[in-house]
């Protein structure tokens, strides 16, 4: 599985950015997809992940409430829509892939390259 990470930017406080992910090949929908992040100087933390149907969600706590995960394997995308962004928010933003459905990063087999997403104050 190959990924793609797009839709990274500056934004200001209090707006919105919508990030995608797209997946090469026909298994996709067979792994759990994850959204981590890592800013400057900071380990890579876990932010999200949706299972393979897309029936189970899961958020860090720092994100619960602003952040939503989603899929449509029809089209082999993942997305993470990011609202009420706060500077603390500002990272770049991994997409991942997982066999099973785990919150730890060692857990994900497959990796994108990475989003930057910039909060202005």
């Known amino acids: 599985v190959q990924l793609q990470a797009s839709g990274g930017g500056l934004v200001q406080a209090g707006d919105s950015l919508r990030l995608s992910c797209a997946a090469s090949g026909r298994t996709f929908r067979f792994y759990v997809m994850g959204w981590f992040r890592q800013a400057p100087g900071k380990e890579r933390e876990f932010v999200a992940f949706?299972?393979?149907?897309?029936?189970?969600?899961r958020y860090a706590d720092s994100v619960k409430g602003r952040f939503t995960v989603s899929r449509d394997n029809a089209k082999n995308t993942v997305y993470l829509q990011m609202n009420s962004l706060k500077p603390e928010d500002t990272a770049v933003y991994y997409c991942a892939a997982s066999p099973s459905v785990t919150y730890r990063a060692t857990g994900y087999d497959y990796w994108g390259q990475g989003t930057l997403v910039t909060v202005s104050s």
């Open positions: 949706v299972s393979e149907s897309g029936a189970i969600t």
